[in-house]
């Protein structure tokens, strides 16, 4: 049976749910208050919809999916988790998050820092640079829009490909967790590379409907990205609508 767990059950969680179930996956959905909250979300999602709590949507399907705030990350079942592939689909926020001192010298990527919260996991990066009301509009889209993925273990990166693809999106090899960077926020490869118009994402993102990005010009950006700062490019809310 094809099994997917998700911690987090907010913008991320919830879009990648969807595709999951209309991709013939059974889901078990976990968030931080609780099965009981999640009425909503089953009713929407159908009969392979279950919800749990965290510890028991970790260890649900072969890929554990992570779509809490980063600052969540060391808050998760690390015990349970150890030895699993983990989808992680975070971004640093200062905002949000608080100023991680690793982060804001570029010491470490997001994805690595995670690493470090999660040790024994097998972090892969994925469906972080992308606006959640862009996953459904997009997946399945023709072209196929591509996502980038990056992670250390060739097997785990290899097993969320196929699962990025089993819910609707080609995939990109953008290398290790060290050069996850490429897509991280204020890079050159994040969330307004799949708007439908550039302005229009700046002037109201949710209004933006999204455009089909093919896996060749995704590895074109990817190439021309920058490593952003992230002290000076998402120290404030302006661009919590790209997050
Ligand atoms: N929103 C986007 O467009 C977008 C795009 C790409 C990447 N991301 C990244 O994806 C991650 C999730 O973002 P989001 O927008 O989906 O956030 P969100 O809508 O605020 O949802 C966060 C979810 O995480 C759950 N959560 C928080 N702490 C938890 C814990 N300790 N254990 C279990 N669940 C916990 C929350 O539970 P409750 O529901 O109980 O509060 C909520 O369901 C973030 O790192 C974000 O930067 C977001």
Known sequence: MKRIGIIGSGAIGAAVARLAVNAGYTVMIANSRGPESLAGLLAELGPLAKAAEARDAAVFGDITVLAVPLNAYATLPSDVLAGRTV??????????????????????????????????????????????????????????????????????????????????????????????????????????????????FAADYLADRGAALPAARLSELLAESHQPDVRRDSSDRSHSAAR
Do not use: C, M
């Not at 690595?112 to 994925?126: G, M, R, S």
């Not at 606006?131 to 990056?150: E, F, W, Y």
């Open 87 to 200: 989808l992680s689909t975070g971004n640093y926020y200062p905002y949000r998050d608080a100023r991680i001192a690793q982060l804001d010298t570029r010491q470490a990527t997001t994805a690595e820092y995670e690493q470090t919260l999660l040790p024994d996991t097998h972090i892969v990066k994925a469906f972080n640079n992308i606006v959640a009301h862009h996953i459904p509009l997009l997946a399945n889209s023709q072209p196929r829009t591509a996502l980038p993925v990056a992670g250390d273990d060739i097997e785990a990166k290899a097993s969320v490909s196929r699962l990025v693809n089993a819910l609707g999106f080609d995939t990109v090899d953008a290398g290790t967790l060290a050069e996850s960077w490429s897509f991280e926020p204020a890079s050159g490869a994040y969330t307004v590379i799949y708007a439908a118009s550039e302005d229009g």
